[in-house]
């Protein structure tokens, strides 16, 4: 119920025309699609137009319900807009000139309004910027950020986990920046560059299905609204308060929720010099008038990188060298943050099931790695320094390489045996190759070569014996190679 109380406010202004907007002719939710996707494409007019294709129909893959419209848009459409796109003309004009939008969203005397898509983008970033405030983990926000998605319209919960699950990071590093809301989702481009900058009267959304609320509600629930109406202050009349409030008892459905809304004119009259928790004790009476008088205890403000470590498993110190290892030789001092992030994402793409980890890691370390790579560090060292390994953990790394090696060493020399191994030898036949294999194996590798055959030359003459030839499955058998999942580079 707290996160549904949290992102109440903001509900308000998500997904819904405001009372005085004009009628749309066109699909609303393809108008908003198409200006998405024109958005996105936008950004990255500076490639090719097979590479923005792509990569907008890999968009597409993650709108759930709306992947054919996605995909249709893309192989059809996106042919005809594409100068327009690379031309970064507006995005409403853009998809206007494929029907997808109603002309009437151009009428030049109406004041441009965020699109459903661009609010939802806001509302998880508003999440994003109440976690970094506080000092709760990643996993609590990500908790949070699902739920979210259940909360909105049923038409955008798809859209809402795409934002989520492609921006999370890079909304984060942004809200560290002190970036609004609006600015974290056009640098994405899932809002208007071009929206309108003039303050905009409050919205009023059509109520989705009511969420049970009991009378505890009441003070949350008060103290949200005004929180919501106080940056607008200026711009308020006591009809639009008491309409907001209306709204606010008509979503939630609170029993003795109309004490609030009858308070309107008091409410306005205080929005300017009280804040929520004065005005919902004092003046509306639904808070305990206490509240203010307990003792809050103050903890440490922890950073998000700091509140990502907190959740540190024994995945992170692998990932964080591996990343490392792709990044040393690319980082060069007069790469930017956001190319050096650009670098470190196609990296994390060649980590298979450890991408996730690594995309959440390095938009929030990005600053300090870039400055450890030009030092010309070990990965060890930079993933020590930025406390994602331990000395155990590399020294347990050390280890996992050296058998890494060492494996790879008797995969090597197996595929050399087998040129000369055939079926139906003898023992005899089979130690002849093992004692002469060493000497066609590279220079460097002959030292290992020798100590393999001398320690596991029983146990290879055997399995030849029995016609196993393939390296892999002969130097698993013998022990030499782990029947676990290496961290590697595709």
């Not at 990188?305 to 110190?317: G, I, N, P």
């Amino acid at each position: 119920m707290k996160i549904i109380l949290a992102v109440f406010v903001v509900l308000m202004c998500v997904l819904a025309s405001s009372a005085f907007a004009a009628p749309i002719k066109a699909d609303p939710l393809e108008c908003e699609l198409c200006q998405m996707l024109v958005g996105m494409a936008e950004k990255t007019a500076n490639q090719s137009k097979a590479q923005i294709e792509q990569e907008l129909l890999q968009v597409c893959t993650k709108l759930g319900p709306f992947e054919q419209i996605c995909d249709t848009f893309v192989l059809m459409q996106l042919p005809d807009i594409i100068d327009q796109i690379i031309a970064k003309e507006k995005p409403s004009l853009v998809c206007a000139q494929i029907h997808m939008c109603s002309n009437s969203t151009m009428v030049p005397k109406v004041a441009a309004k965020d699109t459903g898509i661009c609010n939802v983008c806001q509302l998880v970033v508003s999440q994003v910027e109440n976690w970094v405030e506080s000092n709760e983990t990643l996993q609590n926000l990500e908790t949070q950020l699902e739920q979210v998605c259940t909360v909105v319209p049923a038409q955008y919960s798809a859209i809402c986990k795409y934002v989520v699950d492609s921006y999370l990071p890079q909304f984060i590093h942004n809200v560290e920046q002190s970036f609004p809301p609006k600015k974290c989702c056009q640098i994405v481009g899932l809002c208007s560059d071009s929206a309108s900058k003039q303050q905009q009267k409050p919205k009023v959304v059509a109520p989705v299905p009511p969420i049970p609320v009991n009378n505890s509600t009441l003070c949350p629930l008060c103290k949200a609204t005004v929180n919501f109406l106080k940056p607008q202050v200026e711009n308020l009349d006591v009809a639009q308060v008491k309409q907001q409030l209306q709204f606010a008892c008509s979503f939630f459905q609170v029993e003795g929720c109309q004490q609030i809304v009858d308070k309107a004119a008091d409410i306005l009259e205080a929005l300017k010099d009280d804040d929520a928790q004065t005005i919902c004790t004092k003046i509306v009476d639904v808070c305990p008038a206490n509240a203010t008088a307990v003792p809050q205890k103050v903890s440490a403000q922890l950073t998000p990188y700091q509140r990502f470590l907190k959740a540190k498993d024994e995945k992170y110190c692998p990932t964080c060298v591996k990343i490392v290892q792709y990044l040393e030789n690319l980082a060069v001092s007069d790469l930017t943050i956001h190319e050096l992030e650009n670098l470190a994402d196609e990296g994390c793409e060649k980590l298979g099931s450890f991408s996730g980890l690594c995309k959440k890691f390095v938009p929030l370390a990005i600053e300090e790695l870039k400055k450890l790579l030009l030092e010309k560090l070990t990965p060890e060292v930079v993933c020590s320094t930025v406390k994602m390994c331990t000395k155990q953990e590399i020294a347990k790394l050390a280890v996992q390489q050296a058998q890494l090696d060492l494996c790879s060493s008797c995969e090597l020399v197996i595929s050399v045996a087998d040129n000369w191994l055939t079926s139906n030898q003898t023992e005899a036949q089979v130690t002849k190759v093992l004692d002469l294999v060493c000497d066609y194996v590279p220079s460097g590798l002959q030292s290992q070569c020798l100590a393999l055959v001398n320690q596991y030359e029983q146990q290879l003459v055997q399995l030849f014996i029995a016609e196993v030839f393939n390296p892999q499955t002969v130097c698993r058998a013998v022990g030499v190679c782990q029947n676990k999942n290496q961290i590697k580079f595709n």
